[in-house]
């Protein structure tokens, strides 16, 4: 998997170290990168790629000291950084030309080309240069030299993104000058520095987490961004990271808001690389690991573990009932989160293909409600139907408190429990009902108010209970069964 030739875009990550292998010299002979689809990081000055199927990185040129900061320069194919306060200018092996000091603080860690062709620096936001790599000039930009904690960014249609330690997507517009919260990012761990970020073609945004995952951002320009991770890597104390913002993403990496790009594009080339995109893209098949929710994708015995504890959260709430999410899934599963399982949009539907595990779950996180109706429908198209719904689960890193309503028995038993404090599931009740026979569709609907819950099934009533863990987000769940969510509508209404 070795590559000669790479194109890069993205930027950053932290920590300046002192040198290993000695640069080359302005005038020296280089290569410029091509366009491959892939993602790459520098982890403590050694530029490598990721293998998504191997969850490792391969080496890329030699181990040289820390640098920061980087991005890819559409003009000449070279990659840029910081190193200190000197300019670097990567080749396509890997080899390091120092071009000079520039103007700025030292220790820039945050950085990528804008739209105006300068190289944009700063130190998580602090201290913002624009650089232009040709003079070495360098231009302070005093409308976004506010600490955000944001450890890259990533130039998505002429705006830079990046994600901060506590989980918020920050967006920098050049055009306006404004820095603009764009909401706390839903389905990501806390407590750890987004130090890689990555654009592809399609207007895709993919973050990595410095403890080793790398989730794709959908919603990021709606106020309500969601996470979903669609790979795992090493872990790393420092890493920047790259990638050609005209490419698909690489192999093994999921798109999972399809090809559409979320964002009107800005350029001809970026306009054009979506539309090859587009023609070749295919529906992802991925299979997301275990988020405290089931047994993973890969069918492992479910685990006897402790789970983290309910998350405290802030529900909405409304004056007048509100239709919040409302999917028939004929296009896309925009918003959903995958925890567990295999899913992919196919068919007019939201299939979850694993028949091996328990409680593969996909999340509806944009939304924290207190009082609600949940309406799904869902059929199996290829045998016995073992689907249901969670409701009031509090975040997506734990299932503990959440309520659990599904079929078993091959669909000839609805049962209903919740979550205990540790997260293992505890049975409430159950009623038995005609199993549906293959592709016959099942209509859950669950009413929720405050701490009490009442349960249909194919429009009649089960019954009615209360729950000590009330209010939260909702999800879909399948357990031994190929299932297929026909359609999920999640309605608010005020509290009682």
């Not at 936001?125 to 003079?135: C, K, L, Y």
């Not at 779950?361 to 199996?380: I, K, M, Q």
């Not at 540790?422 to 009623?431: E, K, L, P, Q, S």
């Not at 009330?470 to 969510?485: I, K, N, T």
Request: hydrophobic letters at 40%.
């Amino acid at each position: 998997m070795k590559r000669t030739t790479l194109l890069l875009l993205a930027t950053a990550a932290h920590v300046v170290a002192a040198g290993l292998v000695p640069a080359t010299t302005a005038s020296a002979a280089d290569a410029p990168f091509s366009c491959d689809a892939g993602f790459f990081q520098v982890i403590q000055g050694q530029l490598a790629e990721l293998d998504p199927a191997g969850s490792q990185y391969e080496p890329i040129g030699p181990d040289h000291s820390n640098f920061n900061a980087m991005g890819f320069r559409n003009a000449d194919g070279f990659l840029y950084a910081i190193r200190s306060d000197q300019l670097l200018r990567i080749d396509a092996s890997g080899t390091i030309t120092v071009l000079g000091q520039v103007p700025i603080v030292p220790g820039s860690y945050t950085g990528d080309f804008g739209d105006d062709g300068l190289l944009h620096v700063s130190r998580g936001g602090n201290d913002w240069f624009a650089i232009d790599v040709d003079t070495l000039a360098a231009t302070p930009v005093p409308a976004f030299d506010v600490n955000r904690g944001v450890a890259d960014i990533a130039n998505i249609a002429g705006v830079f993104y990046g994600v901060s330690s506590s989980n918020v997507l920050w967006t920098f517009d050049p055009a306006t000058g404004t820095t603009t919260n764009g909401g706390t990012v839903a389905g990501l761990p806390t407590g750890k520095v987004f130090g890689a970020a990555w654009a592809t073609a399609g207007a895709n945004l993919y973050v990595g987490r410095n403890s080793g995952e790398i989730y794709q951002i959908t919603g990021y320009s709606t106020g309500a961004p969601v996470a979903t991770q669609v790979a795992s890597s090493p872990a790393t104390s420092s890493n920047d990271g790259a990638s050609c913002s005209l490419a698909p993403p690489p192999a093994g990496i999921a798109d999972v808001d399809g090809a559409e790009p979320e964002v009107a594009l800005t350029t001809p080339e970026a306009i054009a690389a979506a539309e090859s995109y587009a023609a070749s893209y295919v529906e992802p098949q991925f299979a997301a690991p275990d988020a405290g929710v089931g047994a993973g994708a890969a069918c492992d015995p479910t685990l006897a573990e402790d789970r983290l504890p309910r998350s405290q959260m802030e529900t909405t709430s409304v004056e007048a009932a509100t239709t919040l999410y409302d999917n028939p899934f004929d296009v896309d599963a925009a918003g959903m989160y995958v925890a567990s399982g295999s899913w992919i949009v196919e068919d007019g539907a939201y299939r979850q293909q694993n028949t091996c595990g328990f409680d593969y779950t996909a999340l509806l996180p944009g939304y924290l409600v207190s009082d609600y109706d949940l309406e799904v429908r869902f059929h199996s198209p290829t045998g016995p139907n073992q689907g249901g719904v969670l409701f009031n689960q509090s975040s997506v890193d734990t299932r503990s408190g959440a309520m659990l309503v599904d079929l078993a028995d091959d669909g000839a038993t609805l049962r209903w429990g919740q979550y205990d404090a540790a997260g293992y599931y505890v049975n409430i009740g159950w009623d038995l009902v005609p199993a549906p026979a293959v592709g016959e569709q099942v209509l859950i609907r669950i009413e929720v108010r405050g701490a009490q819950y009442t349960i249909f099934h194919n429009g009649n009533q089960v019954v009615t209970g209360l729950t000590d863990a009330p209010g939260g987000m909702v999800g879909l769940v399948a357990s031994q069964s190929d299932v297929s969510f026909d359609t999920i509508t999640l309605t608010a209404v005020p509290g009682s």
